[in-house]
């Protein structure tokens, strides 16, 4: 009998023990979402701060005449290292700061806070590109929205309104193939009375439709070949060799926007990725000097 005596008591400090253990992990969260978010924000300010600055340098060495400033490809280099050190410092420093404000876990393992606080930093990281990347959107829309309402009010001013309403229903403000048309109908013998807004509307059409397709349908040359023919006074031949030669330059021109774009996007990932890694090990360097501090 004497030996029953102090079973309840064990059983209770192992109840309790339970009942605490079972309410640290319900009641305690693994995320100080407040040093997420406060580390988000400084990581996406900063990132417009440093984008804005480096738009600024690289604008100042770009000069609108031939042969002087800096060239197209430094240019494009410099954005590229530029990219790759803002997300550096941004990361790095949104992510230290979320390791330093979080809180602190109490009879949590080593090999647990370390991965708290790499996944504390990669959440920094992903809430600061979001709001980065809401920020860059709204801001483009707006730019664009702001310019084409300038350029209608700036027609409608010099022209009437009818003059504006027709160039941007055409659409051929940001038409990309404006150029390639116009050389289609280079002539020696200019008519500046005629208006051929419907051809070459029709004509953009099929530009479009051929670089799509990878080359001009055998009835579309010969359409265009004799609306040059009509316009310039070419002869037939002549038209169709025109033909040829401006849509082999339109598509050496659209691969090579598409290689360059598809080039910034693959230097664009590896930024991104670069910072991923700088966040989530500065979190672990602010998490690691937050544990250490001595209480006074």
């Not at 004799?226 to 082999?248: H, Y």
């Not at 598409?258 to 910034?264: C, E, G, I, S, V």
């Not at 930024?271 to 501090?293: K, N, P």
Request: include cysteine; charge should be neutral; aromatic fraction near 8%.
């Amino acid at each position: 009998m004497a030996l029953s005596t102090p079973l309840p008591s064990a059983v209770h400090r192992q109840s309790g023990f339970a009942e605490t253990s079972v309410k640290n992990e319900a009641y305690s969260s693994g995320v100080s979402w407040a040093a997420v978010i406060g580390g988000a924000f400084v990581a996406a300010a900063l990132s417009l701060i440093l984008l804005a600055l480096g738009t600024g340098l690289r604008l100042s060495s770009v000069s609108p005449w031939s042969n002087v400033g800096a060239s197209a490809s430094a240019v494009g280099s410099a954005a590229i290292v530029w990219l790759i050190i803002t997300q550096i410092i941004a990361s790095a420093m949104g992510g230290y700061l979320a390791g330093r404000l979080r809180t602190k876990w109490a009879n949590v393992h080593t090999d647990e806070v370390y991965f708290r606080d790499t996944a504390h930093g990669f959440l920094v990281w992903a809430v600061g590109l979001v709001i980065t990347a809401t920020f860059l959107a709204s801001a483009a829309t707006s730019m664009v929205g702001g310019a084409a309402q300038l350029g209608a009010s700036a027609l409608s001013t010099v022209g009437g309104p009818g003059i504006a309403t027709g160039v941007q229903a055409d659409g051929r403000i940001l038409d990309p193939n404006e150029y390639f048309i116009d050389t289609l109908f280079r002539s020696d013998r200019p008519s500046p009375d005629r208006n051929d807004a419907s051809v070459r509307g029709e004509v953009g059409r099929i530009f479009a439709n051929a670089l799509r397709q990878g080359g001009v349908p055998a009835t579309d040359k010969t359409f265009l070949a004799e609306l040059i023919a009509e316009k310039t006074g070419l002869s037939q031949t002549d038209a169709e060799k025109r033909v040829s030669e401006v849509v082999a330059d339109a598509r050496q021109a659209a691969d090579m926007a598409r290689k360059a774009a598809a080039h910034l996007m693959l230097w664009i990932f590896v930024a991104l990725l670069i910072g991923a890694f700088c966040a989530s090990y500065a979190a672990t360097i602010g998490g690691r000097q937050r544990d250490h501090v001595v209480i006074v």
